[in-house]
């Protein structure tokens, strides 16, 4: 289903978890199941967030450093090892 677009067999995979007795699969699909379509847009769609969510780590860690909380040792690393 991951490996090769297969959304559309997200609603028999959840059907199947709640008939098993795991219940950390049970919180698990039950989250699945609040947001449905955008799981299976997700799973079926080739499109993904990958870049943003890049941009966005490396925002927060310099976001982290100007307030002090990355620690000096990481600051001075980031410092020598730029181009």
């Known amino acids: 289903m991951l490996t090769k677009r297969q959304g559309e067999r997200l609603p028999q995979w959840l059907d199947a978890v709640r008939r098993e007795d795991l219940p950390g699969l049970h919180t698990f699909?039950?989250?699945?199941?609040?947001d449905r379509d955008a799981v299976i847009a997700g799973l079926t769609l080739p499109w993904n967030s990958g870049v943003?969510?890049?941009?966005?780590?490396?925002?927060k860690m310099l976001i982290r450093q100007m307030f002090g909380c990355a620690g000096f040792a990481l600051l001075r690393k980031r410092v020598l090892l730029a181009d």
């Open 29 to 34: 699909a039950a989250g699945i199941e609040r």
């Open 52 to 59: 943003v969510e890049g941009h966005v780590n490396r925002i």
